[in-house]
C-alpha cells in the first residue's frame, strides 16, 4: 500500500476499540492521501485526521459528502443511540395481508437483519393473527430477541403461538434501552403509528396482485437503495 | 470483420425487405462463425443458415434459445399478427387511480412507446373521468391513432376532451386489422376484460402511497426485465 490513495466514508478513528485505531494503520502501511466523506464528529473517535497529517499524510474532506452520509446514517443513528428501521412487505397491490407476501429470497434477507439487530420490535394485533415464529431459521442465526407492543397484557396471549417457544429469546413489552439496532415489523396499523419515529424503511413488494385490501396511508418514500431478489423489488427508503 | 464470430438472437434473413438481407451482409464481411439463438421460422425470411453455410461460413443454432426467445416475442408476436402490450401505472400500495401515478420519467417512457405503436387502445371509462390527451408529446412525437373500446356511443362523449383535438389522429371504435403493434392503457378494469389475450405488460410502480383503492385482481406476473426510472420502479412482465 506504500504511496496509495484512499477513499473512506468516515474519518479513520484515532482510538483504541475494539478494533485498533485505523488511522494508525493508514499510516503504518505508508498511505500518502486520504479522502474523507464525512468528518467524524464523535468525541472519542474523532481526530483522526489531524493523526494523519502530523505523519505526513494528506487529508482531503467532503468529498461525496451527501452520499457519503446517507451511507453512514445507520451507523451514525446508531452511534448516538438508535437505528430504527421499519420492514414492510407489499405485494404489488400494496396489500401487506396474506400470510406469505414475499419470496424465498426476501425473507431471507430479512431474516439476516434478524440475526444482527438488538431488537425485532413487533404489535400484539400480528401476533395474535399471523402466529409467528419470527426468528432467523432462513439464515440459520440466533432468533432476535423480541418488543411486543400491546395495548392487551402479553400474559393473556395464547403461549402456544410458536413465537413463545422460540429458546434463549427475551421478550419485552418495552424497549430496553440498551437496545440500539431496532427493526419494527408489521402492517398498515404499525406502520402509521410508528412512521415519525422511523429513521428508514425497507420495503419488499413481490410481483403478484391478490384481492386484498392495500395500505391506504398517504407517504411518499425517498429511495436510497434498490435493487431485485427474484421476482420481487426491495428498496431501502427514508421519508 | 474479416474471421470475426457473431451471435445473434434470430437467424439472419436471406431476403431483400425493406433492408438487404443480413445473411449476405455476414458472408461480404467475411464472418467465420455465427451462433444463432432461434430458427427463423418465417417463410420469406428463413433459409439465411443454409445461405451461409454455402458460402463456407459455420453456424450453429440455439445458443441461449430461451433467452432469445424471450427476446424476441414481440418481434415473432408483431411478425405473426399482433404484439399486444398494456401499460399499467400503479402507486406502491397498488391504486391505479389518481391524475397522475408515474413520475416524469417514467410518463416519458410511455409517450416513447406511444410514438412507435399503431394503435393506442383505451376504455371509455377512462376518458370520461380523466380527460386524457393520449399524445406523445413528452417526447415531442406524433400522438398514436386511438381505438376506443366502450359500450357507449362514442358519438355522445364529449368533444371537448383533449384527445379529440388532437390533429392528424384517427379514432377507431373496433380494432383495424392492419394494426400490428398495440398498447392497451388502462386501469383495473380493462386489466380484468383484456388480460387473457395480452401478450406481455408493461408496469410501473411508483415509491408513494396514497389513500385510494387497489387493484384487486390476482395476478402473478412473471417479470423478464425490470429496471428503475427515477423513484420509480418499472418492468416487463408475462403472466
Not at 204 to 221: C, H, M, R, W, Y
Request: net charge positive; with cysteine; glycine share 6%.
Amino acid at each position: 500500500f506504500k504511496d496509495s490513495i484512499a477513499f473512506v466514508t468516515l474519518e479513520p478513528c484515532s482510538h483504541q476499540g475494539k478494533t485498533p485505531p485505523c488511522a494508525k494503520l493508514f499510516s503504518e502501511l505508508g498511505f500518502k492521501k486520504i479522502f474523507i466523506s464525512v468528518k467524524d464528529e464523535n468525541k472519542i473517535a474523532s481526530g483522526g485526521a489531524e493523526f494523519l497529517k502530523k505523519q505526513g499524510i494528506e487529508v482531503e474532506f467532503d468529498i461525496l459528502k451527501e452520499e457519503g452520509k446517507k451511507l453512514l446514517k445507520p451507523f451514525l443513528k446508531w452511534q448516538k443511540g438508535q437505528f430504527k428501521l421499519f420492514k414492510l412487505a407489499l405485494s404489488m397491490n400494496g396489500s401487506p395481508l396474506g400470510k406469505i407476501v414475499s419470496n424465498d429470497l426476501s425473507r431471507t434477507y430479512t431474516h439476516k437483519i434478524r440475526a444482527v439487530i438488538d431488537l425485532l420490535v413487533v404489535g400484539g394485533e400480528t401476533i395474535r393473527k399471523d402466529h409467528p415464529i419470527l426468528d432467523a431459521r432462513l439464515c440459520k442465526a440466533k432468533a432476535p430477541n423480541l418488543c411486543i407492543l400491546s395495548r392487551q397484557n402479553i400474559d393473556n396471549f395464547d403461549k402456544n403461538i410458536p413465537l413463545f417457544k422460540v429458546p434463549n429469546r427475551q421478550i419485552y413489552t418495552q424497549i430496553p434501552s440498551e437496545a440500539k439496532f431496532l427493526m419494527y415489523e408489521g402492517g398498515e396499523n404499525f406502520l402509521k403509528i410508528f412512521k415519525d419515529e422511523i429513521d428508514m424503511f425497507l420495503i419488499f413488494q413481490s410481483s403478484s396482485l391478490n384481492d386484498e385490501k392495500n395500505v391506504t396511508i398517504p407517504l411518499n418514500f425517498k429511495p436510497l437503495y434498490r435493487n431485485f431478489l427474484g421476482s420481487d423489488t426491495y428498496g431501502i427508503y427514508e421519508l
